[in-house]
């Protein structure tokens, strides 16, 4: 595995570059939103990952530019909601994402659940795809799209006359820690070069005081924040945590100056099924 920092990126299948380190703004109050945006980046983050669903990308994209940081060194993600998962909604959502943010581009733009039937998912893909087209966003993908969901996508980018029309899909962002695994969707991605990213990294700091962190916190003097955000890194994952609490946004990116063995991340394999969030991977296809 080559070394990790803090300045660590992935190529995405799109060609542009993703920061495995991002800042999630998921449940920030807007009014809260710029201000500890900004502490992030300041503190070394450079991706900030937001939703239209969020109601924070407005404050959210302010305060990440506030830093002071190029904007061509920053990386910043929305999402289409579950209700607006259709091609003339998912166009609309795209047009307002840049109004609020101001950004003459979103880097990374994702549908953020597998709903609205067959005709609205790729409806919604096709919106994407096309707004990647006149340039309003760079990298395209989904969120908590199961197995049957990427099959159901994968087919009808087969389907298409060409790569621009069919589109790249460069991520697929789910709930990923070691209560959640999700082999069967990772294994899907991985040998498509799709980038996984995980979210609820942190499983919403239920797992804290659980057996299996307590000999790593101990062994590595590290957080049992830390152990869990390292395995997602070592897994290949982009990373995902969230706080508004400045030392532990500082916390969060302290997870360089060690390393899980083999041993440690085999201790950390459940084999177990426990969302601690929504789980839309499990979702019908008629849903």
């Not at 498509?192 to 101990?218: C, G, I, M, Q």
Request: glycine share 6%.
């Amino acid at each position: 595995m080559s070394k990790l920092s803090i300045k660590s990126t992935l190529r995405l299948k799109s060609g542009y570059d993703i920061p495995v380190l991002g800042y999630g703004v998921y449940q920030t109050p807007a009014a809260e939103a710029q201000a500890v945006t900004t502490h992030a980046i300041k503190s070394g983050y450079r991706h900030v990952d937001s939703a239209t669903v969020y109601r924070n990308e407005q404050p959210s994209a302010a305060g990440m530019l506030a830093a002071g940081i190029p904007r061509s060194e920053l990386f910043f993600t929305s999402k289409v909601p579950p209700k607006d998962i259709s091609y003339d909604a998912a166009k609309k959502c795209v047009d307002k994402s840049l109004e609020a943010t101001g950004l003459d581009y979103i880097d990374l733009y994702l549908l953020h659940a597998p709903y609205g039937g067959k005709e609205g998912r790729l409806g919604a893909w096709k919106a994407l795809v096309e707004a990647v087209d006149a340039g309003k966003v760079r990298s395209i993908g989904v969120s908590n799209y199961g197995v049957h969901h990427l099959d159901e996508l994968e087919k009808w980018q087969k389907e298409q006359k060409s790569e621009k029309e069919a589109g790249l899909l460069s991520v697929n962002q789910i709930e990923l820690h070691p209560w959640l695994a999700r082999p069967d969707i990772v294994k899907w991605c991985q040998e498509r070069d799709v980038v996984l990213e995980a979210y609820s990294p942190l499983v919403r700091a239920t797992r804290n005081e659980d057996p299996l962190l307590k000999p790593l916190v101990k062994k590595h003097g590290k957080t049992p924040t830390q152990i869990l955000l390292r395995w997602g890194l070592q897994k290949g994952f982009v990373i995902l945590p969230k706080s508004v609490t400045p030392t532990r946004i500082e916390e969060n990116k302290e997870l360089y100056d060690f390393e899980l063995d083999a041993e440690d991340m085999k201790s950390l394999e459940t084999g177990v099924y426990e969302p601690c969030a929504w789980d839309p991977t499990v979702a019908g296809l008629e849903s």
